[in-house]
Nanobody, 127 residues
């Protein structure tokens, strides 16, 4: 059974940092795109960042560019999201997701491209 488990969320003051982790089990995702998404109360799920299978290519939504960094360690089947200079508007439940297709994703920042989802981890940024 494929499972994605996020961790690393918590409460942090504005300007602070958190590092989220997404660990995959049940199969290897070393040939698959992994994305991070978030959903704030009363809002739709939105993309945050994505990374291709090798880690050579990364993609970010404009609101997090320069503050967030996505990376992966395929040997550990783990993807990370380093979040710096956090703002109250970053408050949300953060989800990682994996594209079931190997090596290719048509639209890296579209939730519709992803097949496997974790349960999410809460990030709260206080002002």
């Amino acid at each position: 059974q494929v499972q994605l488990v996020e961790s690393g969320g918590g409460l942090v003051q504005a300007g602070g940092s958190l590092r989220l982790s997404c660990v995959a089990s049940g199969r290897t995702f070393s040939s698959n795109t992994i994305g991070w998404f978030r959903q704030a109360p009363g809002k739709e799920r939105e993309s945050v960042a994505a990374i291709n299978w090798s880690g050579a290519n990364t993609y970010y939504v404009d609101s997090v560019k320069g503050r967030f960094t996505i990376s992966r360690d395929n040997a550990k089947n783990t993807v990370y999201l380093q979040m710096n200079s956090l703002k109250p508007e970053d408050t949300a439940v953060y989800y990682c997701a994996a594209d079931a297709r190997s090596y290719y994703t048509r639209d890296y920042l579209s939730p519709r491209e992803y097949d496997y989802w974790g349960q999410g981890t809460q990030v709260t940024v206080s002002s």
